[in-house]
């Protein structure tokens, strides 16, 4: 094949392609800074001393400012992207049973796996499916820091037009 260059576009899963009961290790992990919490929760308009002000946090019972649980869920949807849903995605349909079940710090380091729950074909949009999946976070340590449940709106293969655009 001289003078051919094969060619691979980078994306998600197309619906066939998801597994009900595959687990995902999305790397690489992402280490939490204190200038990310501050970051985020400023730019969210959310004040709370919590995240933003270390004398206050180191009075309370962590004793040291907690990354934003938004910044984790956020760190947490958006490690699985490129593995899961880039450019496959027609729309992020809902979050539930969000839970943040031990605190993360900055200098922890957020890992996140996604487990494929459930799937089935959109009974309104042909050509696309709907994806249930179940993020967790893990720090550094292996501790669960936070879960989340996800049901996405993504594309079968014949229906996808994405080449084109």
Known sequence: MAGTTREI??????????????????????????????????????????????????????????????????VMVGSSVSQLTLGTLVAQLGLSGIEFTHPLFAGDTLYTETLIVSKRLSASRAGQGLVTMQH??????????????????VWCSEAWNGASS
Do not use: I
């Not at 995240?51 to 400012?65: I, T, V, W």
């Open 136 to 153: 967790t976070g893990r720090n550094q340590h292996g501790v669960e820091v936070a879960t989340a449940t996800r049901v996405a709106l």
């Open 9 to 74: 576009v980078q994306r998600g899963l197309f619906f066939e392609e998801f597994e009900v009961g595959v687990r995902y290790r999305h790397q690489p992990g992402r280490t939490a800074t204190e200038a990310d919490n501050v970051l985020f929760s400023t730019l969210t308009m959310n004040a709370q001393p919590l995240h933003l002000d270390a004398a206050f946090s180191a009075e309370q019972p962590f004793g040291q400012r907690l990354m934003n649980s938004m910044w984790t869920l956020a």
